[in-house]
């Protein structure tokens, strides 16, 4: 096997210092990739925001050249040009590709569906180059990477709406109508795949614990990292088991306004979930860790007075479609807290490995006193206030 891979699969290929793994795409590229990979012209696009990878948002002439698009997509494409770390396995991409095959049968929401290349691939792997004339190209490559065409998922970043009771509500409710939708699947790609986020993982965060300047955050850090490994660990074997998303962020749910709301005030108005991207952080998991990743993010967009509330009304809409445990409950706290630190300190090792990857930080402003207030919150505490808001919703 390919050594590049065989680190991947252990989750250990890491950046170096200074090193960019983040796609460098110089002017006229985004055009001609997806004219001469895809057979399409492009009459405008736009950056997507993306944490190692570049998405762009392409809308196309109405005229195709690749017979495997015999009708063009009216919402645009998302051109996908994976880092270049990725871009060394692309089993990940294959592996992909199998699960949402698997989740279109079983979900009705939007979920990220490729387009052929004019050679009938799902990807291509491309150099990209400064020089504008191909016989120079050699010479000065940026990077190889592979490049993928989504169809366009039309609505809002979750993060864009208002933070509701109802919008956590229909966001568990999606939550475990997924959990369910993975139920049979299996690829043996992610019997052995694992990486650096992967909340199992946690453990490894201690590598790069020196990026963290504050001596509190430190100090919570280690904590958390102690009892995940002597609280959660020992317990997996007693988790439900199976494929998860693993980045069940804001920015990775789109959603729609309920209809029906034209007398309801913008603040107070209820969404749902409208789409699902981004299935590059999937492995063979334990269900409540995606909810744990849910959690943790939806937490950091609601008010500060609502921060503690939101996992109750997750759960609220999750547990009658997708029941847990008392085990899997009494970790749940605790995995939340691990999610947290993975997003704080990989962020901030991010940035310190390329500092012009500022959406590394995204989530520090808030993350951390978020992440200060559920760890000092007695498990109990949260436990009950959690409890009472699923219990409104019976």
Known sequence: MDSNLEDIKAGALFQKKGEIIKPVIPEGAVEEIVRNIYGLDVVSFVELISYNDRNYHVIV????????????????????????????????VEAQNSLLSHLRKQLSTPLPEHVLTTSGESMSLETVSMEKDPKDRDSAPCGTYIVRLLKYIPGDMLDNNPCTPGLLYNVGKFIGTLSNATKGFHRPFYDTYSFLWSLVEVPKLKEFIFVVQDENNIRVIDEVISTFESNVLPVLGELQKGVIHGDLSTHNILVTEVPGQDDVPPESRVYDVSGLLDFMHVTDSYPIFDIAINIAYMSIICKPSEQLDAGG??????????????????????????????????????????????????????????LHKVWNTPKHVLQDKWRELINVRR
């Not at 390329?354 to 995204?362: G, I, Q, R, V």
Request: charged share 15%; aromatic share 8%.
């Open 313 to 370: 009304h997750i759960l609220a809409g999750l547990i009658p479609i997708f029941p847990l445990d008392d085990v899997e409950l009494d970790i749940l706290q605790m995995c939340v807290c691990a999610r947290l630190c993975q997003s704080l300190v990989l962020g901030a090792y991010t940035n310190y490995m390329d500092p012009s990857n500022m959406y590394a930080l995204t989530t520090a402003e808030k993350g951390w006193p978020l």
């Open 61 to 92: 002439h109405d005229q195709s050249k690749n017979s495997y698009i015999p009708e063009v997509w009216k919402h645009g494409y998302v051109l996908k040009i994976l880092n270049s770390m990725d871009s060394k396995c692309p089993s990940i």
